[in-house]
């Protein structure tokens, strides 16, 4: 079966300082992966997705990169925080090729200071 | 105006009420999804649908593709059922090697009281 992994589960930064978060999913090959945020009072946005290892689309611009250095891993970063990248980071997949469903790791609470 | 409006924001209920949560969209989509965010803020799938009506236990979810309007029905509410369900279309993106992407409603806080 399929699992999806994100850590930390929760994180506190300092303003400025450099980010990395951590998507790897199990079970599957080739998956598309998807990065969101959901900032307090807001919905899910779409920050990155990518259908393959290097392909990474950005959805709006914002501080944050994304990277998919493996088939199954995908990494959010970012090299200086701001008060407004606080929020819940959520990495989700699903399977290339027509399926329109997504599966959501359990998050990470990031809270800039 | 955002492409997936719900309604309402937020909701309380009494334990064993009927509950009923709307969806509306303004684009066209491959499928619509009810999802779950439990108050640590894990997302569960609780229904994809593209026509009609599925039902899982207590929860009912039936989409209108003409009108562009979704509703979810829980019967018999329980405590355990308070969470933030959140409605989301899917919709073919061609850009770059193309993908279906959700477009996300904002939310609708249940809390079902005892």
Redesign the interface.
């Known amino acids: 079966s399929q699992t999806i992994h994100q850590w930390p589960a929760t994180l506190v930064q300092p303003v400025g300082s450099p980010l990395s978060l951590e998507c790897t999913v199990e079970g599957t090959s080739n998956p ?1 992966l ?1 990065w969101y945020r ?1 900032a307090a ?6 920050l990155f ?1 990518s ?2 290892i290097g ?1 990474i ?1 950005s959805e709006v611009p914002q501080n944050l990169s994304a990277s998919r250095p493996q088939d199954r891993q995908f990494i959010l970063s970012s090299k200086k925080l701001l008060l407004s990248d606080s929020g ?1 980071y ?1 990495c989700a997949w ?1 399977v ?1 090729a ?7 790791g ?2 990470t ?1 990031l809270t800039v200071t | 105006k ?1 492409e ?1 409006e719900q309604s309402p924001q937020n909701l309380t209920a009494q334990e064993g009420e009927f509950i009923t949560i709307n969806c509306s969209y303004s684009v066209g989509i ?2 619509l ?1 009810w ?1 779950q965010q439990h108050p640590g ?5 609780l229904f ?1 649908l ?1 026509s009609g009506k599925k039902k899982h236990g207590r929860l009912i979810a039936t989409i209108n593709i003409q009108e562009k309007h979704s509703s979810l029905h829980i019967t018999a509410s329980h405590p355990r059922d308070s969470a933030v369900y ?1 409605c ?1 279309v ?1 919709t073919f993106r061609h ?13 609708t806080k249940l809390s079902v009281i005892p």
């Not at chain 2, 803020?41 to 799938?45: L, M, N, P, Q, R």
């Not at chain 2, 850009?95 to 939310?107: D, I, V």
């Open positions: 598309n998807y959901q009072g807001r919905g899910l946005q779409l997705y259908v393959g392909q689309s819940f959520l699903s290339q027509g399926s329109y469903e997504q599966y959501f359990p998050g609470r | 955002n997936v491959s499928a999804h999802l803020g894990g997302i569960v799938s994809m593209s959140i989301a899917s850009s770059g090697a193309g993908s279906y992407q959700l477009t996300f409603g904002k939310g």
